[in-house]
């Protein structure tokens, strides 16, 4: 039996297919203006056997086509349970919202926190600070620079921050400290938010900015511990549905 998970993120719709709690196909959309068209053309690509949405617009599945949903804190926690078994805590930035999440021996969520109020810390954030930058944001990563680390960004709030991106480069900071100190930004947001839950180990980073080096090597720096990425850390949620969805056929 395959069973798939779809996740309406707000930059990306992924699309995951299993096979014996095993991924066997992998799709990725740009959400677009038009979400739900999006995700009906990928579900043309393939038609599972039982199918869970997840993600902000899951809703949009569940109310036009009839699917079932899950939160994208179950999906995820599942996904990164899966494929680390020993998962105990669960760091997930994407687009539009930050989540940290806890969980037990058994891989039950005990307690999560949230930043879904503002762009801040996001992948949104990333984006536009990469822009008022001039780099690309896949690039952003690897283009900061420790030689002056005492560069800080005080505000978390996106226009702020912006601002004072364009006044550091007037003062003729270079951009790849700047970019340092955005990223240590992001972390420092991140370990406010983990401050509230009990952090244990293995670490689980997801989200498409895990494949941010400079916020993981962040990440560990503060943590003091490793922090393991899946090699897709964007389709984890999509996973976590799915698996949930073989769970459910099989009930």
Known sequence: MKTGGIDIGSRYIKYVIVEDNYPVAFYREETSVKPLEVCKNLLKLYKPDKLLATGY?????????????????????????????????VIDIGGQDTKVISLNEKGAVTGFEMNDKCAAGTGKFLEIM????????????FRCRTQNSSITINSMCTVFAESEVISLVAKGVEKEDIAFAIHKSIINRVISLMKRIEIKDDVIFAGGCALNPCLKNLLEERLQRPVYIYEKPDMLTAFGAAIYANQRSSI
């Not at 569940?62 to 998962?87: F, L, N, Q, S, W």
């Not at 990469?130 to 990563?141: M, T």
């Open 130 to 141: 990469a822009k008022s930058l001039g780099f690309n944001v896949e690039d952003f990563g």
């Open 57 to 89: 617009g899951r809703h949009l599945l569940e109310i036009h086509e009839g699917i079932d949903t899950i939160t994208e804190i179950k999906a995820v926690a599942r996904g990164a349970r899966e494929m680390y078994p020993y998962c105990r805590t």
